[in-house]
């Protein structure tokens, strides 16, 4: 089964060649190491499923409070879940994955649904078009870390796959309104950029001034936090 769902990731140009056709006619008892690797599977299974009970609510949103900002981010919402895919394709039962795209679907209308009315590319939310609106390239890779792994779950999901598109468009310039792309020098236009485009416009205070002081955490849960401790871009 594992070896199954990882083959149909490989790339159509990969010829396998024909090899010689191997019948089995009886069972064998199941090797220690094969049973071991089904008790790890199962363990992470329970315990993925244990988290989700926890941190989930019935839409799939995660019970923290929303921030803009690197540090404790959009993008660390569903870091927390972004080996489920992979854990799925080296052969975790199906729930895991279920309970993945419960996830991401449900993070995709909750920060969409998040703003940040001081921060100027997350004052109309933090998402737009399903995904960040300006963000540094580490912390968006950081954030769709599970979104890649999805491809070896379920390729050729049709939604999936325009989501890809839709991504890649951002930075091709086929979206008028993410224009990240300098076509004439061949760079990204800002060090920030996403669905929203590029973020041309100075940032108000330096990053590392501004992640190396403190946030304490709310003791409320609010829909806004304009307390980020990274710089509103």
Wanted: net charge positive; proline share 9%; with cysteine.
């Amino acid at each position: 089964m594992v070896c199954l769902r990882l083959l149909c990731c490989l790339p159509v140009t990969v010829a396998l060649a024909a090899g010689p056709a191997i019948r089995i006619e009886k069972p064998m008892t199941p090797p220690a190491w094969a049973l071991a690797e089904g008790a790890l599977l199962k363990a992470y299974a329970d315990a993925a499923r244990e988290f989700a009970r926890k941190y989930l609510d019935d839409r799939g949103f995660l019970r923290c409070v929303e921030r803009w900002g690197g540090n404790d981010g959009p993008d660390d919402a569903m870091e927390n879940f972004h080996n489920w895919p992979l854990l799925y394709a080296l052969g975790a039962p199906e729930s895991v994955l279920d309970l993945y795209r419960k996830a991401w679907e449900g993070h995709l209308v909750q920060y969409t649904q998040a703003r940040a009315p001081s921060v100027e590319m997350a004052k109309e939310g933090m998402y737009y078009k399903e995904f960040v609106t300006a963000f540094d390239w580490e912390h968006t890779g950081e954030g769709l870390a599970a979104f890649h792994f999805y491809a070896l779950a379920r390729p050729g999901d049709a939604v999936y796959r325009q989501r890809v598109r839709r991504f890649a468009g951002f930075y091709m310039n086929e979206d008028p309104e993410a224009p990240n792309y300098d076509p004439q020098h061949r760079i990204i236009r800002s060090l920030h950029n996403g669905s929203r485009g590029a973020k041309i416009t100075p940032a108000t205070e330096p990053c590392a001034k501004t992640r190396a002081r403190p946030t304490p955490a709310p003791r409320t849960t609010r829909r806004d936090s304009t307390r980020s401790r990274s710089p509103p871009w």
